[in-house]
Structure formats: C-alpha cells, structure tokens
C-alpha cells in the first residue's frame, strides 16, 4: 500500500530546557543582544524541524516558530501597528514587537492581551481603526522557510489565515467595516504568498479556527471571497485551510466548498460530525485529520483513531489523506524523556509533544498496513491499564458527589443582606484598595523553595523563611495603605499547581511546561483520578498573616474551573464531573478558612470565560453548571464572610449573567489595558455586586502614575455606583519587582484616597 503522510500543525517554540524563556528574559535585561536572541530563536528552530523529519513526521511547518506570539507576529509581518508606538513605517523589529506586547517605562501601553479561543494561551489582540492600512513590513515567513530549505526540508509555512485575524481583533476609536479591511488586507496576504511560492514553497498553511464559531453570512462571504482571491491571484500555490477547537456544524458546507487544495478538520473536537463530513469530503481535494490531541497528554487511543482515519482513507484514498494532530502542538509539553521521576504506571498513560510525533507515525504505518502489530498491541495494552486502574476511583469521592443538592448551591441570604453584615464587620471606606493575591516571587523565595524541593532545607527552616517573608509583606501593606491586606503568596509555585499538588487525583511534571504568554510558561497538572482534599492547604498561612494586623486578610484560593482548565484533565469522565470533585476540595478550604478567623476569602476563577464553549448554543448549559461548580465552593460560609473572585485578560462582555450567577460579593477584573473599556458591559448589564476594575496593567514594568490610575477610576464612576467600586491592581504581582510595585501600588493608593475624598465632598454637597 502507499505510505501515507504525516503532519503537525506548529510545535512547542520554547525549547526543552526553556531556552526560548532564558535568552527572551536576557535580552529584555539588556544582558543579550537582539543578533544573539535570534540566533537562539534558529538554534531552536533547527532542533525542531530535525526532531520532527528524524520522527519520520513528512510535512513540516515553519513560521511556527513566535518570540512572543504568533498573532502579534501577523500584525508585525501585516504592519499593523498602532499610531502610538511612533512606528514610521519601516521594517518592524524585535524591539517594536516587544514594545506592543509588553511596553516598557516611559513607552505607550502595551496592546490588549486576551485568551485565544478556549485555552490558556493568550494572544496579543490586533487593533483596527477605519483608516488602518496594511503592508508587508517583515521577512520573517521568508526567513524561516529558507533556514529549512537549507536543511533539506521544504516546509509547509503557517499564516494565521485573513478571516480569523480579522475576527480576532479589536476596534480602537469606533466600528470599523471589517468588509472594508479585508480588501485592504488581501494584497498583502497575496504579496506574502507570491513570495513563499517564490521561494519554493509547495503549500501554505492557512489557520482559519474561526470556522468552529458562529458565523454570520457577511464572514463566510469574506471567507469565500479571500480563498477565491488567493486561487486567482497566486495560481499552482497549495493551500491547506485549517480548522480546530471544534465542530464546523452549520460552516460545514461553506468550509468544503473553500477553492483549495487542502482542508484540515479537527478529529478530536469534532468527532461526532465526522461521518457527515467525510461523506460530503470533495474527491478533489487533500483531507488533513487532526486524531491525535494536540491540546491534551494522554496517550491516543488507537483502536478509536484508526476507526476515524479508516473512514477517511475509504473517503479520499492513501495519496490525499495525512494524519495529523488536532491542532498546533504548542499546547503540550514537549517530551516525557526529561521526565525521569514521573510515575511509570502513569508515564505509561501519557503522551506529550514528541510522543506525539510517534503516534502519528505508527497510527499512518498501521493504517498503510506497514506498521508492526506491536505498536497497536503496546497502545492497547497501556490503554487498558489506565482503564483498569483502581488509582483513579474513589468511591467515596463519587457517593460525596452524588449527595449534591440545591442547599450546597447557594448561600444563605441574598447579597444585599450579606452587603450589609460585610460592611458592618469589616468597616471598609469607600474605595477599598487590595491587591490581587501574590507578591513579587524575589530570586531568594524562589531559590528557598528549590532548596526545600531538593532536600537541602528542613521543613521547619522554610516555614521560617515564608513566615519572614509574610511579616515583611504585611509591614509594605501598612506602609502603603492598603485596606484589606493577603499573606503574598509566597510559599505557592503556581496559583494551580500549588493546590494540585495538596490534592488527591493529581500528579506532576518537572519540565512539563506550556507557555501561556510570552515569557510566562506554566507546568498544568495532570488530573488522572478523583479528586480529594486530605487535609487544609492555606489555612496554616492566612490565620497567621492575620495575627500580624487589625486589617482584615483575604484567604487565597483557586476556582474549581480554573485548576481543571490549566491542567491536564482526565478524560474519562465528563469535565463536570472533575470539576465539582474540585469544588467539594475547595468548598472544605473555605470552611476551614472561615472557623480560623478569615472573614475574606478570594477564590480566583479567571478562566471561566476561557472555559466557555466556542458556540453560543452551547454556552448555556455551560455557564449554568460553571456558576454552580463556584458556589459550590464559596457557599458554606455565613453572610458576614465576604466570597471575592478574579477574571482577567479575557472579554465577559456577552457573558455578564453567568458571571453574576457566580454571586461573588467582589469580583476584580482586568481593565486597564483596554482602558476601563470592558467596564461599558459591567454598566449596562447593571452588574449588582461590587466589582474592583483593575486600575494598572502587571504585565508591564510600566509604572502609571496617581493621575492615571484616578483617571480610570473616574472613568468606572461613569454608571457604577460609587459605594461599590474597588481598587486593585489587574492581577497578581508575582512576576514584578518590589520597586516597581512598591511606586505602583502607592500611586494606587494615592488615587484611591483622592477619589474617595471627592466622592465624600460631592456627598456632603449633595452632588
């Protein structure tokens, strides 16, 4: 029989030794040059493409590959940039790049950030005005492809197709006819394609993940519209249309009929449509199905993929099949072989990034009927251990679970009753100023941490260590100002993995890091059992953060959906399921908060919106059991103990009521990178709880002063009651320095107590 391809859609960009992190954060220190970085950014490249070819893997990506991230790279190569940075036109460079991703002091904010799609990889949101023009402005594309042909491999190069770019962007200054950018857009997506056919390229790889949302008419028009342009416009170049993250359903149609030589349908996350759309799969055209899960770790289920993969090879044959992954694999750590304490039983369960390369290769030999028996027979096997396995079961999690009613649902009174015993107990004045949880993570309490990891510090001595660190933190907070104080954080590695790691059902790895935001890589857990809590996990440091102070201490924890959506879940059992398991855990932290003395508990849960579902059919039934999972947590305690939560980087604007049915008495939000912008929502929907917006941007070392900081706060007065505004930064300070914070957070102060003092004259004049 003919062999049959293999492809991946991108790979892990960060190294295996997070190499890409290392000389990123070196050359933001002024420690290495821009010349050195790239020359990391090849080094890199090189490794992969060659990982890839020796895995036997027979179509490889290039401009994959991201120093911060691939959609802000699009708006570079599309000279997208906006009027602040003073860009005048040239080629835009590294530093530019950098200065829209993250600014720095002195710099125009950074652009918005926000997540893409539904998963913890955040993306740098392209802005668009009614006079926004386009032009090539980089070689990158180029580059790249060239550096892999010098290898002996040409390779399939990756735009983030016209579409999707236009869809995911945002509009700064008023509505902007998206009809209109794409004319607009279309010659220069034309001029890049002529120049990678130039070059030698024999396909383009066109992600378009925009198929699996709702579309209306005027954008499958657009969609139509660009590949039809493209097939007269750049004729005998192959394009390879990608969807992923979903089904097509009613797109269905529109995304066959697309005048391209290829298409990419997602076999993990539309599994269920895939009979229907094999059947209707044009004879023509190249069929790319997506069977190993680019987005999770364990190990495929062969006997389940071969069936899919059957049904398309009867479909369009050997020659126009290629077995791929469901989606780029940046999702997923890169190798098990640098995992050398994992337990084997459950190393035997997973596959990362590379093993993947291996799944593939062995899933297309079977099906060619060139494979040994052997390899299906190991995949079995190993399947059936995990499935066998008495490790992942708890009776007594699932009979807890099933004696879950309405009472456990809810919290005692309605808010405005709860309002009044907060505000009696804990006496705030009118903007309340807080942080959101963690303080600067300083090379000593990193360095503490390792040595107790490693055995070279006693548990008695680290206890110490963190207990001087929580005493130093509370002493800022008083020399600052602030109202409601929190411990800092600092015996926590991550805000998921630090509760994973105190809970049943979960296990971990030692290099198994993701990135979520340029330099920002995460280590998920893995979720392979039922979930328990054996016993307290922050009880120990809130009760003695507040022996330290009068001013009341928030206990910190992480939501039930946030902990399952960054980590690796199982998935043998509905997400549901696990997350309420999560939620019993968490519900019994709070309790215990509360009898130690805690009166204010914040239970993060920025990823609800990143959890929802792509289609608004689904979304309901989602956010309905996503509110219900949160009080499930939050409700045990009396009305006097005030229920906060956090969201941040992720737009809410469409999902306000589910937000509410969280019935959080607090909720912070991010806001000050699109200005107060998302507040506008808040307002109209008449959000009924109190709500801090955040007033600066942590992901800069940006520091904005007083007057900045109380421009937005005068901003978010505009429709929100004063008596329920909050001041807080956008997040977690984890990732910044005591200097910067220490202005950051006085300014935050000082804009605190102005606005208060305005708001007290107007009341006392009856404005």
């Not at 990158?140 to 550096?147: A, N, Q």
């Not at 330099?519 to 893995?526: A, F, H, T």
């Not at 309790?591 to 009166?599: F, N, Q, R, S």
Request: glycine share 8%; aromatic share 8%; hydrophobic share 40%.
């Amino acid at each position: 029989m003919n062999r049959i391809q293999t492809s991946i859609l991108g790979y892990p960009r960060i190294g295996e030794q997070r190499e890409l992190k290392k000389a990123t954060e070196a050359h933001w220190a002024g420690k290495l040059s821009a010349e050195a970085l790239q020359q990391t950014g090849r080094e890199l490249r090189r490794a992969h493409w060659e990982k890839a070819r020796a895995a036997g893997i027979t179509v490889l990506p290039s401009n994959d590959f991201s120093f911060y991230d691939q959609v802000l790279d699009m708006s570079c190569l599309l000279g997208n940039v906006p009027a602040r940075f003073g860009w005048t036109g040239g080629p835009v460079d590294l530093t530019l790049m950098f200065r829209m991703a993250r600014s720095t002091q002195g710099s125009a904010p950074a652009c918005e950030m926000t997540k893409w799609f539904d998963t913890n990889y955040h993306y740098i949101v392209p802005e668009f005005s009614a006079d926004t023009a386009f032009k090539l402005s980089s070689d990158k594309p180029f580059t790249e492809f060239e550096e892999a042909k010098s290898l002996g491999i040409t390779t399939r190069p990756v735009l983030i197709g016209p579409v999707t770019y236009l869809t995911l962007g945002k509009e700064a200054g008023g509505p902007v006819d998206r009809e209109k950018l794409l004319a607009r857009l279309l010659p220069v997506y034309a001029e890049i394609l002529k120049r990678l056919k130039s070059a030698g390229a024999e396909w383009v790889q066109m992600d378009e993940p925009v198929f699996a949302f709702n579309l209306n008419e005027a954008q499958r028009r657009m969609l139509h519209e660009t590949y039809a342009a493209f097939a007269k416009e750049v004729p005998g170049l192959k394009l390879m249309v990608t969807t992923y993250f979903g089904e097509l359903r009613d797109n269905g149609e529109s995304f066959l009929s697309l005048p391209v030589a290829g298409l990419h349908l997602d076999g993990v996350r539309g599994a269920a449509e895939l009979p229907k759309l094999l059947a209707a799969f044009p004879k023509e055209k190249v069929l790319s199905l997506g069977v190993v899960n680019g987005r999770n770790v364990w190990k495929n289920d062969y006997d389940a993929s071969l069936k899919k993969l059957q049904a398309a090879q009867q479909a369009v044959g050997n020659e126009r099949l290629i077995v791929s992954t469901s989606c780029s694999l940046i999702h997923s750590p890169i190798t098990l072989k640098n995992e050398p304490a994992l337990d084997q039983e459950l190393k035997s369960w997973l596959a990362f990034a590379d093993e993947k390369l291996k799944e593939l290769r062995e899933l297309a030999g079977i099906l060619a009927g060139t494979a040994s028996a052997q390899a299906l027979a190991e995949n079995q096997a190993a399947n059936a251990s995990r499935r066998k396995s008495p490790r992942i079961h708890n009776p007594q999690v699932k009979a807890r679970l099933a004696q879950i009613g309405p009472k456990e649902l809810k919290r005692g009174s309605p808010f405005t009753k709860r309002r009044a015993a907060q505000r009696a107990k804990l006496n705030l004045p009118l903007f309340p100023t807080t942080t959101i949880g963690s303080f600067p993570q300083t090379p000593e309490v990193r360095q503490a941490r390792a040595k107790f990891r490693k055995g070279e510090l006693e548990a008695a001595d680290y206890d110490k260590f963190v207990e001087e660190e929580i005493r130093k933190a509370v002493q800022f907070q008083e020399s600052v100002g602030l109202d409601v104080f929190v411990h800092g954080e600092f015996e926590r590695n991550d805000m998921v993995e630090y509760f994973g790691e105190l809970l049943d059902g979960f296990t971990f790895t030692k290099n198994g890091w993701v990135q979520s935001y340029g330099s920002r890589y995460v280590k998920p857990p893995i979720i392979f059992g039922d979930v328990r809590r054996p016993k307290p996990m922050t009880v120990r440091w809130s009760s003695f953060t507040q022996k330290l102070t009068d001013k009341p201490v928030k206990g910190m924890l992480t939501g039930p959906v946030t902990i399952a959506q960054w980590s690796f879940v199982r998935d043998d059992q509905p997400r549901k399921e696990t997350i309420f398991q999560i939620g019993l855990a968490i519900r019994d932290e709070v309790t215990d908060l509360e009898k130690a003395g805690i009166g204010v508990i914040q239970i993060d849960e920025p990823a609800v919106r990143e959890g929802l579902p792509l289609r608004r059919e689904d979304w309901a039934g989602y956010l309905t059991w996503a509110a219900e999972a949160f009080r499930l947590a939050s409700s045990s305690v009396k009305d006097e103990t005030q229920i906060h939560t956090h969201m941040c980087y992720a737009e809410f604007n469409d999902i306000l009521s589910g937000i509410a049915d969280l019935d959080a008495d607090v909720i912070s939000i991010e806001t000050s990178r699109s200005r107060m912008e998302l507040l506008g929502a808040f307002k109209k929907f008449k959000y009924p709880n109190e709500i801090g917006p955040g007033v600066y941007d942590i992901h800069s070392p940006r520091v904005p002063d007083a007057s900045e900081m109380e421009a937005l706060l005068a901003e978010a007065q505009k429709g929100l009651p004063v008596e329920h505004l909050w001041v807080n930064p956008d997040c977690g300070l984890k990732t910044r320095g005591w200097q910067e914070v220490t202005e950051a957070l006085k300014h935050m102060v000082e804009a605190a107590q102005s606005a208060r003092e305005k708001a007290q004259a107007g009341q006392t004049s009856g404005v």
